[in-house]
């Protein structure tokens, strides 16, 4: 059952890209196609914009709460960068809290497709993890490169996107196989109202490489996660929402996730 959620996610985002030709535009007139927020998928959008975002996990070793802010650039009309700088802290049952500077992310997106009829968007990219973070303290100190097609439709009211992406450990300490990780995802928005969008995701997560002390290597998460949107003032968009995990196999108890995103 949950591999063929994961392979109904992949053929997701490969129909999304094949939905309609290609347009016959100058390769820099780029439409002014926005989607709604989700609270894990990423948008094929190109951006330029201040987020701050906050993530809370109850797991059976305790809680993890981080709060991040990053900026996001275009350097070209189809060409996007984004730094994020998260904050970690931890309330675990076997030590003290911690709390700290987590691993910094770096990532790179290129919009390689776009449609005005239906509007459509598809974008291609990588994230770089950089092991800023304590390993000592649990705060991060993880190496990872992941790169991710992600892809966007608008179909009347309703939103429609989807991501796949692959993930690699770099961390050259690591004894055996590094641990690589296979995620897929889609994401429904109804736009109910100019400010409001209320949206549901599926989120499957797959370690396919490295060690198993988690008991998750060769099994496949499934994660649903309804939320919604507010847009308050213009150019703001706030987005709260629960992540429920519906498999055993599972990192944690489940998730609180919200953000607040400024255009400027």
Same mark, same amino acid.
């Given at each position: 059952? #949950?591999? @063929?959620? #994961?392979?109904?996610?992949?053929?997701?985002?490969? *129909?999304?890209?094949?939905?309609?030709?290609?347009?016959?535009?100058?390769?820099?007139? /780029?439409?002014?196609?926005?989607?709604?927020?989700?609270?894990?998928?990423?948008?094929?959008? $190109?951006?330029?914009?201040?987020?701050?975002?906050?993530?809370?996990?109850?797991?059976?070793?305790?809680? /993890?709460?981080?709060?991040?802010?990053? $900026?996001?650039?275009? $350097?070209?009309?189809?060409?996007? !960068?984004?730094?994020? !700088?998260?904050?970690?802290?931890?309330?675990?049952?076997?030590?003290?809290?911690?709390?700290?500077?987590?691993?910094?992310? $770096?990532?790179?997106?290129?919009?390689?497709?776009? *449609?005005?009829?239906?509007?459509?968007?598809?974008?291609?990219?990588?994230?770089?993890?950089?092991?800023? &973070?304590?390993?000592?303290?649990?705060?991060?100190?993880?190496?990872?490169?992941?790169?991710?097609?992600?892809?966007?439709?608008?179909?009347?009211?309703?939103?429609?996107?989807?991501?796949?992406?692959?993930?690699?450990?770099?961390?050259?300490?690591?004894?055996?196989?590094?641990?690589?990780?296979?995620?897929? &995802?889609?994401?429904?928005?109804?736009? !109910?109202?100019?400010?409001?969008?209320?949206? /549901?995701?599926?989120?499957?997560?797959?370690?396919?490489?490295?060690?198993?002390?988690?008991?998750?290597?060769?099994?496949?998460?499934?994660? /649903?996660?309804?939320?919604?949107?507010? @847009?308050?003032?213009?150019?703001?968009?706030? @987005?709260?929402?629960?992540?429920?995990?519906?498999?055993?196999?599972?990192?944690?108890?489940?998730?609180?996730?919200?953000?607040?995103?400024?255009?400027?």
């Amino acid at each position: 059952m #949950t591999r @063929r959620f #994961t392979r109904l996610l992949v053929a997701v985002v490969t *129909s999304l890209a094949a939905l309609v030709p290609l347009p016959a535009r100058a390769a820099d007139d /780029v439409p002014g196609i926005s989607f709604f927020y989700p609270l894990r998928t990423r948008r094929p959008v $190109i951006e330029r914009e201040l987020e701050l975002t906050v993530d809370h996990e109850k797991g059976p070793d305790g809680r /993890v709460t981080e709060a991040a802010a990053a $900026i996001e650039w275009p $350097i070209l009309p189809r060409w996007q !960068v984004e730094l994020k !700088v998260p904050l970690v802290f931890l309330q675990e049952r076997e030590r003290t809290a911690q709390g700290g500077v987590g691993d910094l992310e $770096i990532e790179t997106k290129v919009l390689v497709f776009d *449609s005005i009829d239906p509007p459509a968007l598809v974008a291609i990219g990588v994230e770089g993890k950089l092991p800023t &973070g304590s390993e000592r303290r649990g705060l991060g100190g993880e190496a990872a490169i992941e790169p991710f097609i992600a892809a966007g439709v608008a179909l009347g009211p309703f939103d429609l996107l989807a991501q796949v992406a692959y993930e690699w450990n770099l961390n050259s300490h690591v004894h055996g196989p590094h641990e690589q990780e296979l995620t897929a &995802g889609a994401a429904l928005g109804w736009r !109910v109202h100019r400010k409001f969008t209320p949206l /549901v995701e599926l989120t499957t997560v797959t370690q396919t490489r490295g060690d198993n002390e988690e008991g998750l290597r060769g099994r496949t998460q499934v994660y /649903v996660t309804p939320g919604f949107n507010v @847009r308050p003032l213009p150019g703001t968009t706030f @987005r709260l929402g629960i992540d429920l995990p519906v498999t055993n196999a599972r990192k944690f108890d489940y998730a609180l996730r919200g953000g607040l995103v400024v255009e400027f």
